[in-house]
């Protein structure tokens, strides 16, 4: 399938978005990001949040988990650093550049994995949710709010013809839910435990997918 975002393209997106990325889309994403925190935090721990951006969604989590927050864009970033330092926020252990599809960090590194309106702004999303998976520990769960596509119908036309523009703003409206279908009939060490619809419009999702232990993917198997 070819993939219309380009990693240079992306990246030079997110900068120009850094100056007023909260003030555009910090109002209409709230009730993701409060739901995707409350989510990591059933599990809690060491959380990493993959595109993490301005770092909006840092405060939101409880002091008693450890967060490491990574984003490709370092404009981003830069907010995200001076909104930890300006609040004090101790339980932020680090915070720094990363491809969302080669995380630099050992298998199983953490409780949690979060990743907020991340998966359709990547050029290779199957890699990024690969990655996901790969540095959860057994037992721990990747957390995603996302778009999800219509595919087919009168709305998946128009996203199918919006995507040469919005791909050019740095993420994807064309998504549909066949993708994740396809990526988790390639994975068995996963397993969706949560799919909830999102607002704006019920275009957004909330999903949870559980990594599971070797015992318990032998039998499944």
């Known amino acids: 399938m070819p993939e ?4 240079d393209r992306v990246v030079g997106a997110y900068a120009k978005w850094a100056p007023i990325y909260d003030l555009v889309f910090g109002p209409v994403f709230r009730q993701g990001r409060r739901a995707a925190i409350d989510a990591a935090e059933n599990i809690g721990g060491r959380i990493l949040e993959v595109g993490v951006g301005t770092g909006i969604s840092l405060p939101g989590y409880s002091p008693v988990n450890r967060i490491t927050g990574v984003d490709i864009s370092e404009p981003m970033l830069a907010k995200a650093r001076r909104r930890v330092a300006a609040l004090g926020l ?5 915070i720094d550049v990363m491809d969302a599809e080669r995380l630099d960090f050992a298998d199983d590194s953490f409780d949690v994995a979060v990743a907020q309106y991340v998966i359709t702004a990547v050029p290779h999303p199957e890699r990024a949710l690969d990655e996901l998976a790969r540095v959860v520990r057994p037992g721990g769960e990747i957390v995603i709010t996302t778009r999800v596509g219509a595919g087919d119908g009168m709305r998946g036309a128009i996203e199918k ?19 994740y279908l396809d990526w988790m009939a390639q994975n068995p060490s996963v397993e969706l435990v949560e799919r909830r619809e999102l607002p704006p419009l ?4 909330l999903l949870r997918f559980r990594k599971l232990n070797p015992a318990a993917r032998e039998i499944l198997q």
Do not use: S
């Not at 101790?90 to 680090?94: P, Q, T, W």
């Not at 019920?202 to 999702?205: I, K, L, M, T, V």
């Open 4 to 7: 219309l975002l380009q990693l």
């Open 90 to 94: 101790d339980h932020i252990e680090r």
């Open 161 to 179: 013809v919006m995507m040469p523009v919005t791909g050019r703003l740095g993420f994807r409206t064309d998504f549909p839910w066949t993708r």
């Open 202 to 205: 019920g275009h957004f999702a």
